[in-house]
C-alpha cells in the first residue's frame, strides 16, 4: 500500500503554545489529506478535509482557527494546533486518499502524533 | 443513528482459530465502499482490506476475508487462522459519496486479543 509518513511522532508542550503536525504523502500524490483527532479509547474522529490549494473543510464543531491547515502541495499537508491547551491533547492522524485508478480510493494513514499539553 | 455498528467491544480468540467480528452500516446512498483497518498499541491505522457496494464477490486478503451481506448491511470480517499479532483494534469504516468526495465515518472498533 501507499507510504504516509507523520512528523512529530509525540511532542509535549506548554499550555498556550502552538505546535505544528506535517504530514507527507512518500510514493504518491494526494490531492486530499484528512486530519483525524482520537482520543482514549475511542474511535477516529475526522477533524477536516485538506484540499491541495484550496481551504480545508472542517467537520461540524471543529474550530478552524483553532487548528489550521495547509496544504501546500501535492504531498504535504501541516495541522497546527494554536494555543494549545490540555484538552487538545489527543492522537492526531493524517490519511491520505490514494487517486491512483483501482485504488478504491482507500484511505492510508500516516502512523499518527500524540500531543501531550501540559 | 450510528453509521457504522460494531457491537463487539472485545472479543477473545485461540492462536490459529478463525474469528468474525461484525461490522452493520446505515447508509441510502447506492455507491459506497467498506474499509477494515487495524490499530496496533503502537497507533498506526494498517488498512486491511475494502468491499464496494456493486462488487459481486466477497473480498479477500490473504487471511483476511469480508463476508458482505448487502441485504442485511453487514460486512463482518473474518481472520483465519489467528496469530499472536492479530492482537489489536479493529475499525469497521464506510466511504460515501456525497458531493463528489468522500470521507470516512469508524465505528466504535473491537478489541481482539489472541491467546497462545
Known amino acids: 500500500g501507499a507510504v504516509v509518513s507523520q512528523h512529530p511522532s509525540w511532542v509535549i508542550c506548554k499550555s498556550g503554545t502552538s505546535v505544528k503536525i506535517e504530514c507527507r504523502s512518500l510514493?504518491?500524490?494526494?490531492?486530499?489529506m484528512f486530519w483525524y483527532r482520537q482520543f482514549p479509547k475511542q474511535s477516529l474522529m475526522l477533524m477536516a478535509t485538506?484540499?491541495?490549494?484550496?481551504?480545508?473543510?472542517?467537520e461540524q464543531g471543529v474550530e478552524k482557527d483553532k487548528f489550521l491547515i495547509n496544504h501546500a502541495s501535492l504531498t504535504l499537508s501541516t495541522l497546527t494546533v494554536t494555543s494549545a491547551h490540555p484538552e487538545d491533547s489527543s492522537f492526531y492522524i493524517c490519511?491520505?486518499?490514494?487517486?491512483?485508478?483501482?485504488?478504491?480510493?482507500?484511505?492510508?494513514f500516516g502512523p499518527g502524533t500524540r500531543l501531550l499539553v501540559l | 443513528a450510528q453509521k457504522i455498528t460494531q457491537t463487539q467491544p472485545g472479543m477473545f480468540v485461540q492462536e490459529k482459530e478463525a474469528v468474525t467480528l461484525d461490522c452493520t452500516y446505515d447508509t441510502s446512498d447506492p455507491s459506497y465502499g467498506l474499509f477494515w483497518y487495524k490499530q496496533p498499541s503502537s497507533g498506526e491505522m494498517i488498512f486491511l482490506i475494502y468491499?464496494?457496494?456493486?462488487?459481486?464477490q466477497n473480498a479477500t486478503e490473504g487471511r483476511y476475508s469480508l463476508n458482505f451481506q448487502k441485504a442485511r448491511k453487514s460486512a463482518n470480517l473474518v481472520i483465519s487462522a489467528s496469530q499472536l499479532g492479530d492482537s489489536a483494534m479493529y475499525f469497521c469504516?464506510?466511504?460515501?459519496?456525497?458531493?463528489?468526495?468522500?470521507?470516512?465515518?469508524f465505528g466504535k472498533g473491537t478489541m481482539l486479543l489472541v491467546s497462545p
Open positions: 490519511s491520505a486518499r490514494d487517486p491512483t485508478p483501482g485504488f478504491q480510493e482507500t484511505q492510508y
Open positions: 485538506s484540499n491541495e490549494g484550496s481551504k480545508a473543510t472542517y
Open positions: 510514493d504518491f500524490q494526494a490531492t486530499t
Open positions: 469504516a464506510m466511504r460515501e459519496s456525497p458531493s463528489g468526495y468522500s470521507t470516512l465515518t
Open positions: 468491499q464496494g457496494s456493486y462488487d459481486q
